[in-house]
């Protein structure tokens, strides 16, 4: 039997295009989710390990809609295997029925690794040459110097921190956050 398994990491995300393909290609169950592939509860992916039997293949659309670490995909198959189980990806042509099919499962998931880490240390530089060129990232502070000198004067003065919070257009803990720092 061949079991389908889809995933989004978003909401705003639609699994159409995966179902449709999954459907073409035979799946006769289809289980999905809709979360990141760097979370670990994927509560339809355990569904299928439930279900699935000696004989049956797993199906996904894309190789990385079933996991992001090389290290994570290959114990996902290992798992299949183990169950006598397959795993088939419909975009990436593998097939780990076939001794060629899970040379190049192994393959297609260290490059898909080597390509997120490749994102990461590109990220990495860039926030690196934005801070030497002194931006910083986050959202701007809220409370400078002045209104910190000031919120304090209010409190020693008496007034509530709810009042002196209020008056700055900012919450309780961000006045706290800002007079302790």
């Known amino acids: 039997m061949l079991l389908g398994y889809a995933r989004v990491s978003t909401d705003d995300q639609k699994l159409d295009l995966q179902f449709d393909a999954l459907k073409a290609a035979g799946?006769?169950?289809?289980?999905?989710?809709?979360?990141?592939?760097?979370?670990?509860?994927?509560p339809g992916l355990e569904e299928i390990f439930k279900y699935i039997r000696s004989?049956?293949?797993l199906v996904v659309w894309k190789l990385d809609r079933l996991g992001?670490?090389?290290?994570?995909?290959?114990?996902?198959?290992?798992?299949?295997?183990?169950?006598?189980?397959?795993?088939?990806?419909?975009?990436?042509?593998?097939?780990?029925?076939?001794?060629?099919?899970?040379?190049?499962?192994?393959?297609?998931?260290?490059?898909?690794?080597?390509e997120k880490e490749l994102i990461r240390e590109r990220t990495q530089a860039g926030l690196a040459a934005a801070k030497a060129?002194?931006?910083?990232?986050?959202?701007?502070?809220?409370m400078d110097d002045s209104k910190v000198a000031a919120?304090?004067?209010?409190?020693?003065?008496?007034?509530?921190?709810?009042?002196?919070?209020?008056?700055?257009?900012?919450?309780?803990?961000?006045?706290?956050?800002?007079?302790s720092a």
């Open 55 to 57: 004989g049956d293949t």
């Open 133 to 142: 060129r002194g931006r910083t990232g986050g959202r701007k502070k809220v």
């Open 27 to 42: 799946c006769e169950q289809i289980f999905s989710d809709k979360s990141g592939g760097a979370v670990n509860a994927r």
């Open 151 to 179: 919120a304090k004067k209010l409190l020693e003065a008496g007034t509530p921190a709810t009042e002196v919070a209020k008056n700055l257009g900012i919450g309780r803990a961000t006045l706290y956050r800002a007079i």
């Open 68 to 114: 992001r670490t090389v290290k994570g995909l290959v114990d996902l198959v290992e798992d299949l295997q183990k169950r006598g189980a397959q795993f088939r990806s419909l975009t990436d042509s593998i097939d780990t029925s076939t001794p060629g099919g899970r040379l190049f499962f192994h393959i297609m998931a260290a490059m898909a690794q080597m």
